[in-house]
């Protein structure tokens, strides 16, 4: 959703697709303008159940629900996986209790970081560090950054193959991923670059954005 003050008037402003929507967000002239950018939270099941970013403080009750409707309950999820520290990804952490969270150690003394330690604090820390790594029995992970510097996807086996939780990485243009190109300017233009690669060079058969619709990868 996006909403800008023009003058007087309040304008709310939507279109195709979330990346049409974001696209129109960054093209608003003459506003004060700002947006609610809800991410896609991933829920994990198996020999343990785990959520990956619980999202927003206000999809709190929105992810109660959500693990209701699967007979779960917050006390059922004894790990949560954050792929970065920005607030629309962790500060629903505190509606899963005394959860373990796993973060890249990059991120804690980031500004977005220090800021989210209030979010953290029911939470105990497994810090991740290096390249790349195991989570858990089927979940590995690997340091993607640009977005923000301690940011990391998650690889996840499946029946189907490899899935691949991107967190932010991808940006908000699917396309942008699919094509390895992002526009001239863009921050951190060539970290993320490398993150698509490090990415596809893991022969994922689905990938899952952090805001936009999951897709499969093309051989």
């Known amino acids: 959703m996006v909403f800008a003050l023009s003058g007087d008037r309040l304008v709310q402003v939507s279109g195709q697709s979330a990346a049409d929507t974001f696209d129109a967000y960054r093209e608003l002239p003459d506003a004060a303008h700002g947006m609610i ?23 709190g009750d929105m992810l109660e629900g959500a693990l209701a409707r699967r007979g779960l309950s917050p006390d059922d ?3 949560a996986l954050a792929t970065h ?10 509606q899963l209790g005394e959860v373990e ?36 029995p089927g979940i590995r ?14 690889l996840v086996d499946g029946d189907e193959g490899l899935v691949v939780i991107a967190g932010d990485t991808l940006g908000p243009r699917p396309e942008w991923f699919a094509e390895n190109r992002l526009p001239e300017g863009f921050p951190e233009r060539e970290a993320h670059l490398e993150a698509f690669r490090r990415i596809r060079a ?14 499969v990868v093309a051989p």
């Open 37 to 59: 950018a809800w991410p896609n939270t991933v829920l994990l099941t198996g020999p343990s159940t785990i959520v990956v970013d619980p999202g927003y403080q206000t999809q």
């Open 77 to 79: 999820v004894p790990l």
């Open 85 to 94: 520290l920005h607030s629309d990804h962790i500060t629903a952490l505190p």
């Open 101 to 136: 969270l796993v973060v890249h150690e990059d991120e804690l003394e980031t500004p977005h970081g220090v800021r989210q330690r209030g979010a953290r604090d029911a939470a105990s820390l497994r810090l991740l560090s290096g390249g790349r790594g195991e989570v858990a």
């Open 141 to 154: 992970w690997i340091h993607t950054p640009g977005h923000s510097p301690g940011h990391v996807s998650y």
């Open 202 to 215: 893991e022969s994922p058969r689905r990938v899952i954005p952090g805001h936009n619709s999951p897709f």
